[in-house]
């Protein structure tokens, strides 16, 4: 806000922003989700959000420093182990699939860890790669026969 306080945005209300808006909070959360602190601060200055006169470095730590613990290796394999549990699977029960470093610690711990189109460190270490399929190769992996499979 105006005085320097977080705000938190509901991705739920983009039908109440203009179309620009919710292109500017689109390619924030693109950013975000693609690990790429540097553009989701670009976007931020682009959009005027945060005055020109500040480091845009010091803010894309800043950005990191806030996703990195949720996005984070630590998290995706607690959230795989918490998935899990909770649906009352053992882990040789479970695929996940991942393309960068942050993704080791949850493919390790997969029944099945995927490398998708994966950097080269993950690709060696998965379990299996998708080098140049689209993800309906999982379909295949877990046994799902294409005449099963439902398309829109």
């Not at 808006?21 to 690990?35: D, K, Q, W």
């Not at 989701?40 to 845009?56: C, L, Q, R, T, Y």
Request: net charge negative; aromatic share 6%; proline share 3%.
């Amino acid at each position: 806000g105006a005085g320097g306080e977080l705000i938190a945005v509901d991705f739920g209300i983009t039908g109440r922003v203009d179309a620009a808006t919710r292109i500017i909070l689109a390619e924030m959360l693109l950013g975000f989700l693609n690990g790429n602190y540097r553009r989701v601060a670009e976007v931020h200055f682009e959009a005027g959000w945060v005055p020109p006169d500040k480091s845009i470095d010091m803010f894309t730590q800043a950005c990191r420093s806030i996703a990195e613990p949720i996005l984070g290796r630590d998290a995706k394999r607690a959230a795989l182990l918490e998935i899990a549990a909770g649906m009352g699977l053992a882990l040789d029960e479970t695929l996940a699939v991942g393309d960068g470093a942050n993704d080791l610690a949850m493919l390790s711990v997969a029944g099945l860890g995927v490398a998708f189109r994966a950097k080269p460190q993950v690709a060696a270490a998965a379990h299996a790669r998708i080098d140049h399929a689209d993800l309906t190769a999982l379909l295949y992996a877990q046994g799902i026969p294409r005449t099963a499979f439902v398309k829109d």
